[in-house]
T-cell receptor, first 113, second 112 residues
Framework: KAGVTQTPRYLIKTRGQQVTLSCSPI?????VSWYQQTPGQGLQFLFE???????NKGNFPGRFSGRQFSNSRSEMNVSTLELGDSALYLC????????????FGPGTRLTVT | SQQGEEDPQALSIQEGENATMNCSYK?????LQWYRQNSGRGLVHLIL?????REKHSGRLRVTLDTSKKSSSLLITASRAADTASYFC????????????FGSGTKLNVKP
C-alpha cells in the first residue's frame, strides 16, 4: 500500500495570506488527523476527520479549518497567516476505530515571513 | 496541555549501549503508543501496548506500562547509529480514543 502523502512539502507564505495543505491517506483509512509541530509547543492536535465529518478538534483558533472529501483525502486551511503559524504540519491516517496506530505523512514545512 | 511527558529530553549514548526513555501521562488510557521521528520528517509507529498489558517486545524494543503510576518506558537494546531520532509516546484518550496526545519527546543520539 502507498503511504500517506502530503503536498506541498515546503511552503513559504507572507503574513496575512492564507494557505491550503493537502493530505492523501492510506487506501482504506477513513480517519485523517492533523497536527502542528513546533520546537516550542511540540506536537499539537489540530483536528480529526472521519467519513467527511470533523469528529474531534484541538484548541486552535478558527483560522485553522479543514475538510475531508468522499475519497478520504483531506485539506486543511489556515487563513490570515501569522508568524507563529510557521511549523511542520503533519497529517496521519488510520482506520479510525479503537484508537489504534496512526500512519503519518512526511509533513508540510510552512514558513511565514 | 499535552498529555504525556518524556524523560529525559535528550539522551546521548554509544552504539551498542541500551537506551531507556520514559513517558508519563495524566488520564486514563485505552492504550499507549511509541513513535519515532527522524529529523524534520513524519512519525513512524513503533509499538502499541494496551492498558491491560504490562510489557511488550518488538525486535530490539521493549515497552513497559504501569497504569497505577501512569507511566511507560521504552528500552532500545544494542542501539545503532540509525536509531538516532526523537521518540514520542502517544496516548489516545480513554473517553475519546480518536484524539491523540503526544509527549514532548526524547531526542536520542547514538554515536558510532
Amino acid at each position: 500500500k502507498a503511504g500517506v502523502t502530503q503536498t506541498p512539502r515546503y511552503l513559504i507564505k507572507t503574513r496575512g495570506q492564507q494557505v491550503t495543505l493537502s493530505c492523501s491517506p492510506i487506501s482504506g483509512h477513513r480517519s485523517v488527523s492533523w497536527y502542528q509541530q513546533t520546537p516550542g509547543q511540540g506536537l499539537q492536535f489540530l483536528f480529526e476527520y472521519f467519513s467527511e465529518t470533523q469528529r474531534n478538534k484541538g484548541n486552535f483558533p478558527g483560522r485553522f479549518s479543514g475538510r475531508q472529501f468522499s475519497n478520504s483525502r483531506s485539506e486543511m486551511n489556515v487563513s490570515t497567516l501569522e508568524l507563529g503559524d510557521s511549523a511542520l504540519y503533519l497529517c496521519a491516517s488510520s482506520y479510525g476505530t479503537e484508537g489504534l496506530e496512526q500512519y503519518f505523512g512526511p509533513g508540510t514545512r510552512l514558513t511565514v515571513t | 496541555s499535552q498529555q504525556g511527558e518524556e524523560d529525559p529530553q535528550a539522551l546521548s549514548i554509544q552504539e551498542g549501549e541500551n537506551a531507556t526513555m520514559n513517558c508519563s501521562y495524566k488520564t486514563s488510557i485505552n492504550n499507549l503508543q511509541w513513535y519515532r521521528q527522524n529529523s524534520g520528517r513524519g512519525l513512524v509507529h513503533l509499538i502499541l501496548i494496551r492498558s491491560n498489558e504490562r510489557e511488550k517486545h518488538s525486535g530490539r524494543l521493549r515497552v513497559t506500562l504501569d497504569t497505577s503510576k501512569k507511566s511507560s518506558s521504552l528500552l532500545i537494546t544494542a542501539s545503532r547509529a540509525a536509531d538516532t531520532a526523537s521518540y514520542f509516546c502517544a496516548t489516545p484518550r480513554e473517553d475519546n480514543f480518536n484524539k491523540f496526545y503526544f509527549g514532548s519527546g526524547t531526542k536520542l543520539n547514538v554515536k558510532p
